[in-house]
């Protein structure tokens, strides 16, 4: 194996700071979304189409007390059928005067009031999964199927007339009629990091004034959001290896790919995206090749494929 190319190797990385939920049998709410959350959608930069059980509530079991609710809720996961108690958090919703009941079948919902009887809040319990307390972890897996650009004009505006997103909905709705489709979207700010290791540097190819050359021109690497977007996409494409919607990428990633110009240019050691669930109730995603969890780490690791040593390689 080669030695590395410089003492310290430099790593890209597109770091999620924040995300959100859309379940797309709400899409008829969000054509007239308040300006904040659209301004946030406008910005989101990636967005993963996943699938996840549809919960229902047990309406016998709901009970109503002063800053919260209980309630059991059904589920099935592989054609298995479970029954759970769960809490909404203190405060998530106050009352508005009125009753609070569970909504008509599917019994989907938790229905708010006014004393006028007029519904003031219709709390899906699906889109807070994530806050339930006492949910158990598998209704918090989402699968990702898909992988897709969230830049300016796309986010919400690509759920009209999405072909494959209708193909995923068809789909799910035929093979596993207890799950449904939901949104993730995501955007990211990029950091660039130098790491050094002594024992794998030593050996470094390149030193020297040609090697602070190069320190200088990563520094001074700036890619404009569509670059970012493209990579991002990219590597969470081959890592979550949705091959089954995503075309492109779905044989693994080549760094001769138009998206990898400047990274060639610049010399990057690796890029890196980081996906981080934790403010969102620490929701899992998977995909047939990725176990569940809350944090995800794409890497791809630039002097591997190089056949070099690489500070990046947990085997090193």
Do not use: W
Not at 41 to 48: D, F, H, K, Q
Not at 65 to 80: A, H, L, M, P, V
Not at 151 to 173: P, Q, S
Not at 264 to 289: H, M, P, Q
Request: net charge negative; charged share 30%.
């Amino acid at each position: 194996m080669k030695p590395t190319k410089y003492y310290s190797s430099f790593l890209l990385r597109f770091i999620s700071y924040d995300r959100f939920m859309f379940r797309f049998a709400d899409r008829e709410e969000a054509l007239n979304p308040p300006s904040d959350l659209l301004d946030r959608v406008r910005s989101c930069m990636i967005y993963l189409i996943c699938s996840r059980p549809i919960i229902t509530i047990i309406p016998e079991s709901f009970e109503q007390y002063e800053d919260y609710c209980q309630f059991d809720i059904n589920y099935r996961i592989n054609d298995r059928e479970y029954r759970k108690k769960v809490n909404t958090p203190k405060g998530l919703v106050k009352r508005f005067g009125g009753k609070v009941e569970v909504s008509k079948f599917p019994h989907t919902s938790i229905h708010y009031y006014d004393k006028d009887n007029n519904l003031i809040v219709n709390m899906l319990i699906s889109n807070f999964v994530h806050l339930l307390e006492g949910i158990p972890a598998e209704v918090s897996n989402h699968e990702v199927l898909y992988i897709g650009k969230g830049t300016a004009d796309c986010a919400i505006d690509r759920l009209n007339g999405h072909t494959t997103l209708e193909k995923i909905l068809a789909d799910v709705l035929r093979d596993e009629p207890n799950k449904e489709v939901v949104i993730l979207l995501y955007n990211f700010e990029i950091k660039k990091s130098a790491i050094s290791n002594s024992k794998i540097g030593e050996s470094a190819e390149i030193r020297g004034e040609t090697a602070k050359e190069h320190f200088i021109k990563i520094a001074e690497y700036k890619p404009g959001i569509d670059e970012q977007t493209k990579i991002a996409e990219a590597l969470l494409i081959d890592y979550f290896s949705t091959s089954k919607y995503n075309t492109h990428f779905s044989n693994g990633l080549s760094l001769k790919a138009g998206i990898f110009d400047n990274i060639r240019d610049f010399d990057f050691d690796a890029l890196a995206v980081e996906l981080d669930n934790e403010n969102i109730g620490f929701l899992n995603l998977f995909s047939k090749k990725i176990a569940p969890n809350y944090f995800h780490h794409a890497l791809l690791d630039i002097r591997k494929l190089e056949g070099r040593i690489s500070v990046f390689d947990p085997e090193e």
